[in-house]
């Protein structure tokens, strides 16, 4: 089992960018795939991108193609989530999650951070 943390979260205009962190404590976090999802008021939690354990495949949803980015340091613990192009529907609280297999949904996951929220302005 790792703790994940997720810091980076806050208010931007739309059209900017955020970066955000998960960082995870316990030496086997390398051995864990890292997902990112986002849940907005009212709506169900939904997955965004996703690294495996190794970095070698990204795997990622439509809404945010060509606009989010995700990559890991396995020497610090942690996964970034890069966020361009920023809309208001991107408002939400987004929250990190590993899990030995990944994948794209929450099920795949066993270990999930508190969330960060992110709001976007028009």
């Known amino acids: 089992q790792v703790q994940l943390v997720e810091s980076g979260g806050g208010l931007v205009q739309a059209g900017g960018s955020l970066r955000l962190s998960c960082t995870a404590s316990g030496r086997s976090f390398r051995t864990y795939s890292v997902g990112w999802f986002r849940q907005a008021p009212g709506k169900e939690r939904e997955f965004l991108i996703g690294i495996t354990w190794s970095g070698s495949r990204i795997y990622y949803t439509d809404s945010v193609k060509g606009r989010f980015t995700i990559s890991r340091d396995d020497a610090k613990n942690s996964v970034y989530l890069q966020m361009n192009s920023l809309k208001p529907e991107d408002t939400a609280v987004y929250y990190c999650?590993?899990?030995?297999?990944?994948?794209?949904?929450?099920?795949?996951?066993?270990?999930w951070g508190q969330g960060t929220q992110v709001t976007v302005s028009s």
């Open positions: 999650a590993a899990g030995r297999i990944g994948g794209t949904t929450q099920a795949d996951y066993d270990n």
